[in-house]
């Protein structure tokens, strides 16, 4: 069982910056493709980025161009680079792994006041 731990988030401000950070234990070899989700009130859990044991990435529209994902798979973590935040970017944000099956972070709390 792969288990992930978050770290960042908080409260910023619109245009403002903010680091989140996801170390993954247990099982970590065997991880694949490795991102995060947001899941803001009322609303479904969306992709937000993602990337690949070989480093490609994916983003969500919304968010290309401000937000950025790396990998350190010497230290198993992923980490999400959110800059330019808008308020429309809160929402709990959750990192992911997929090692043969998806496993969940706890979330981590993004708010971003206009």
């Known amino acids: 069982q792969v288990q992930l731990v978050e770290s960042g988030g908080g409260l910023v401000q619109a245009g403002g910056s903010l680091r989140l950070s996801c170390e993954a234990s247990?099982?970590?070899?065997?991880?694949?493709?490795m991102g995060w989700y947001r899941q803001a009130p009322g609303k479904s859990r969306d992709l937000v980025a993602r990337?690949?044991?070989?480093?490609?990435?994916n983003y969500a529209n919304s968010v290309k161009g401000r937000f950025a994902i790396s990998r350190d798979d010497s230290n198993n973590m992923v980490t999400l680079q959110l800059s330019s935040l808008k308020p429309e970017d809160t929402a709990v944000y959750y990192c992911?792994?997929?090692?043969?099956?998806?496993?969940w972070g706890q979330g981590t709390q993004v708010t971003v006041s206009s």
């Open positions: 247990r099982g970590a070899d065997r991880i694949d493709l």
């Open positions: 992911f792994a997929f090692a043969g099956k998806y496993f």
């Open positions: 990337i690949s044991k070989s480093g490609n990435t």
